[in-house]
C-alpha cells in the first residue's frame, strides 16, 4: 500500500526510504515531515509479512519502544518539576528511600550518566515483584556523572518514583498526565484483543508472533509498572506530541509545558555539559546551522527528530524487528536516512 498526503518537500527522502524498504531492511513505515504549517505523511509497505501479509495503513498501532521514555515519563517528570515538586539534582534516594543508592540523581538518570551497572543475573525469568527488587539495588560505576551510557534503568526507576508520588501505576499516570491532555486518544498501554489495528514485532522462539504485547522484555514483565518501553502509539497521536513541542508547550488553547521548559531542553543538561544530552532526548545539531535537534528512538524501528526553533519534525515509524531483528545493519541504515534528511534540509533552507 502507498499513501501520501501533502506536497512532496522531501523527494531525496522519500525515496531513500522507499529504496530501504524495497530492499528487506524493514517491511513497511508510516512517517511524516512537518515544516511550520507544511505536512506531509508517507504510508508505505507492509505491516505484517508473517505468518499472513498484511497491508500498511496510517492508523496502525506500533510499538514504539523507547519513545515511551520522552512521550511519557519525561514528560510527567518535566510537568512535577514545573509544580516544583522535584529538582533534577535531587538523589533518586531521597524521593525514592527503597533505591539504594544515595548518589545517583534525578540528572543522572534522565541524562543517562548514572553509570548504573545493570546486570541482572537471569532477568528475564524474574517475576515483577523480584525485578523491581533488583533494580532497586543496582549501584553507579566509576563514570557516574562522567559518561554517557545509554540505559533502560534510568526510566524503570524513575517510574517506580512515578508511582511513589502518584500512588498509582505508571501507565495510569500517562495516561492521565499525558495520553487525555494531549488528545492522543489512540494511544495506549497493555493494549487488550483483538489486535488487529496493531503492526506486529519479533518471532519469539516458540515461533509466535509478538502482536499487541510489548516487544521489550523488562517493560514485559514489568506491565503496568514500566516507564521505559510498551507505549502503543500511532503516526497521528505522535504528531500531536510533536505539534506542541513546535509550539513551545502549547496545544491549542492549553499551555501543556512552559515555553521556557521546552527551550531548557535544547541545551546539554549533563553533569559536563559535553554529553550531548539532554532531559530524556539526545541532542543533534543541524548541518544546517548548528542548532539543536531533539531525537530519540525507539528498538522497534522508530525515531522523532524535532527542530523546535524551526518548528520542523521527522516522525519515523518502522516494524524493522519483524519478524527477525537485525538490529546492527538497520542502524547504518536508519542513519543513511537521517542524513539524507538533514542535507536535503539544509539544500531547503538555503534556497
Not at 528487506?24 to 511524516?32: D, E, I, L
Not at 509550539?247 to 535544547?266: A, F, P, Q, R
Not at 539543536?292 to 520542523?312: I, N, Q, R
Request: charged fraction near 25%; charge should be neutral.
Amino acid at each position: 500500500m502507498i499513501e501520501r498526503k501533502g506536497e512532496g518537500m522531501y523527494p531525496e527522502t522519500v525515496q531513500l526510504i522507499q529504496a530501504k524498504m524495497q530492499a528487506g531492511v524493514f517491511p513497511g513505515v508510516v512517517f511524516q515531515l512537518i515544516e511550520g504549517t507544511q505536512e506531509q505523511t508517507y504510508t508505505f509497505g507492509q505491516a505484517q509479512i508473517d505468518p499472513v501479509t498484511v497491508p500498511m495503513q496510517t492508523e496502525y498501532l506500533f510499538d514504539v519502544a523507547s519513545l515511551t521514555k520522552v512521550v511519557c515519563t519525561t514528560s510527567v517528570l518535566l510537568k512535577l518539576f514545573e509544580a516544583e515538586k522535584l529538582d533534577w539534582d535531587q538523589s533518586l534516594h531521597e524521593l525514592l528511600p527503597e533505591f539504594e543508592n544515595k548518589t545517583i540523581t534525578l540528572r543522572h538518570l534522565l541524562t543517562h550518566t548514572s553509570d548504573i551497572q545493570t546486570y541482572i543475573p537471569n532477568r528475564d525469568q524474574l517475576d515483577a515483584q523480584a525485578l523491581r527488587a533488583a533494580y532497586l539495588k543496582l549501584q553507579p560505576g566509576d563514570g557516574l556523572g562522567k559518561v554517557v551510557k545509554y540505559t533502560d534503568a534510568g526510566t524503570i526507576l524513575l517510574a517506580f518514583l512515578l508511582e511513589k508520588i502518584y500512588q498509582k501505576p505508571v501507565v495510569e499516570i500517562f495516561q492521565a498526565e499525558v495520553l487525555t491532555p494531549l488528545k492522543m486518544r489512540a494511544s495506549r498501554f497493555l493494549p487488550q484483543p483483538p489486535y488487529d489495528q496493531i503492526v506486529p514485532t519479533e518471532r519469539q522462539g516458540d515461533g509466535s508472533i509478538l502482536k499487541g504485547i510489548t516487544h521489550d522484555p523488562k517493560a514485559r514483565i514489568l506491565a503496568s509498572h514500566a516507564g521505559n518501553a510498551g507505549l502503543f502509539t500511532n503516526l497521528n497521536d505522535l504528531s500531536k506530541f510533536a505539534k506542541m513541542y513546535l509550539n513551545l508547550g502549547s496545544v491549542s488553547d492549553m499551555i501543556y509545558l512552559h515555553d521556557k521548559t521546552i527551550k531548557e531542553l535544547l541545551h546539554d543538561q549533563t553533569p559536563t555539559k559535553k554529553g550531548k544530552r539532554s532531559f530524556g532526548w539526545d541532542l543533534k545539531f543541524s548541518p544546517l546551522d548548528q542548532s539543536p535537534l531533539l531525537f530519540h528512538t525507539g528498538y522497534t524501528g522508530t525515531f522523532l527528530l524535532l527542530d523546535v526553533e524551526k518548528k520542523s519534525a521527522f516522525i519515523f515509524l518502522s516494524n524493522r524487528v519483524h519478524p527477525k531483528d537485525h538490529r546492527a545493519s538497520y542502524v547504518e541504515q536508519r542513519d543513511e536516512i537521517l542524513a539524507c534528511y538533514l542535507n536535503e534540509r539544509t539544500k531547503i533552507y538555503q534556497k
